[in-house]
């Protein structure tokens, strides 16, 4: 387990939030207390409600309010920075596109919206008053981010020029084309996963569970849908989707335990 106290090095997924329909806050919030016992508080005002998920007190992710009864599909993954603004130009100048400017989110951080060129949104996050997810890797918080493209040349391309990250082709993963992302330091924080023509380009999120098939199991009772668990040869995963469509998955590692 790792409780974070202090801003992630830079280019360290740093937190995770979903856009939520108001109408179906609720049912959001029902759902992922069901599979991860999260909790939920209101953030600031100026956030527009925004609601910060939390494991045992402390914050783990977020729900976005959005006016639109559409969501995105897939939790959004923030990237640390000591530098927003200057990452935001990094990421122009590498060849993508903003979606929201780098702004102040009232007291807690400076924040940037932007897509990558093969199509990937992600967040840029400089923290203050919050660092972004106090609890990772262990379960019911965030263990892993991955992209998936069908354009990985492109990828491996942008994010080193973006966060200086280095690349390491050895995936462990026979038969695919996988790409380790690791900061200057040589810790890895993420990958990225060629796939087919035609698939979306998409930052793909992690949680962390004790038990793969008991969290599948919960996910349906919720009301959510449930791929059959599968090992890998690092955890045991099964993709989930919830009540409202999003997309993500859970592993546990071997050994960890029953939920």
Not at 27 to 38: I, N, P, S
Not at 203 to 212: I, L, N, Q
Request: charged share 20%.
């Amino acid at each position: 387990m790792s409780h974070v106290t202090s801003n992630q090095p830079t280019g360290t997924p740093t937190w995770v939030e979903l856009d939520v329909p108001v109408a179906e806050a609720e049912r959001a919030k029902e759902f992922y207390e069901a599979l991860f016992g999260w909790e939920f508080a209101v953030g600031s005002p100026q956030a527009g409600q925004y609601t910060v998920c939390l494991l045992r007190g402390h914050a783990v992710g977020g729900l976005r309010p959005v006016t639109t009864e559409t969501t995105r599909g897939h939790w959004r993954v923030y990237i640390a920075t000591d530098d927003c603004d200057s990452t935001a130009k990094r990421v122009l100048d590498a060849g993508g596109t903003l979606i929201e400017s780098p702004a102040e989110v009232g007291d807690r951080g400076r924040a940037a919206l932007v897509v990558d060129p093969v199509g990937a949104e992600f967040g840029l996050w400089q923290g203050r008053g919050r660092t972004g997810s106090e609890i990772v890797n262990e379960p019911g918080s965030l263990v892993r981010n991955d992209l998936t493209t069908p354009d990985p040349a492109t990828a491996r391309a942008f994010y080193p020029a973006v966060f200086d990250y280095t690349l390491d082709g050895e995936g462990g993963l026979p038969g695919t084309d996988f790409t380790f992302l690791r900061r200057p330091d040589g810790h890895e924080v993420g990958g990225i996963m060629g796939m087919p023509q035609g698939s979306p380009s998409v930052w793909g999120t992690c949680f962390e569970v004790a038990d793969a098939d008991a969290a599948a199991a919960r996910a349906v009772a919720a009301g959510g849908t449930a791929g059959t668990p599968s090992d890998t040869v690092y955890v045991r995963l099964a993709e989930i989707t919830d009540p409202l469509g999003n997309t993500f998955v859970v592993g546990a590692r071997p050994g960890a335990g029953e939920d």
